[in-house]
Nanobody
Framework: QVQLVESGGGLVQPGGSLRLSCAASGTIFSINVMGWYRQAPGKQRELVAT???????NYADSVKGRFTISRDVAKRTVYLQMTSLSPEDTAVYYC?????????????????WGQGTQVTVSS
């Protein structure tokens, strides 16, 4: 069974930094796009950043220049380095990955989500 496990959330002061990690485990054939989403209280889940298997990245306008997404293919892990954090960045951050597994009848690709990690920016 495929799992995504996030870590690295917490409480940080405005202007501070945090690094989130998300590791995939299970019987995986390949991992395609990986990304981070966030959901603040009372708001819809929104895209933060994505990275493809060839390391092409995409960012929400609100985090460009402050957040950096990266991945370690061998470790099946995606990272989100967050700097210059503000209270508006407070949210539950979710890892997402398009993962291909092998089944007797062929390959199957589906989206998987982590359980979420809380990031709170407050003085």
């Amino acid at each position: 069974q495929v799992q995504l496990v996030e870590s690295g959330g917490g409480l940080v002061q405005p202007g501070g930094s945090l690094r989130l990690s998300c590791a995939a485990s299970g019987t995986i054939f390949s991992i395609n796009v990986m990304g981070w989403y966030r959901q603040a209280p009372g708001k819809q889940r929104e895209l933060v950043a994505t990275i493809t298997s060839s390391s092409s990245t995409n960012y929400a306008d609100s985090v460009k220049g402050r957040f950096t997404i990266s991945r370690d293919v061998a470790k099946r892990t995606v990272y989100l380095q967050m700097t210059s954090l503000s209270p508006e960045d407070t949210a539950v951050y979710y890892c997402n990955a398009d993962i291909t597994i092998m089944q007797p009848w062929g390959r199957r690709t589906s989206a998987h989500w982590g359980q979420g990690t809380q990031v709170t920016v407050s003085s």
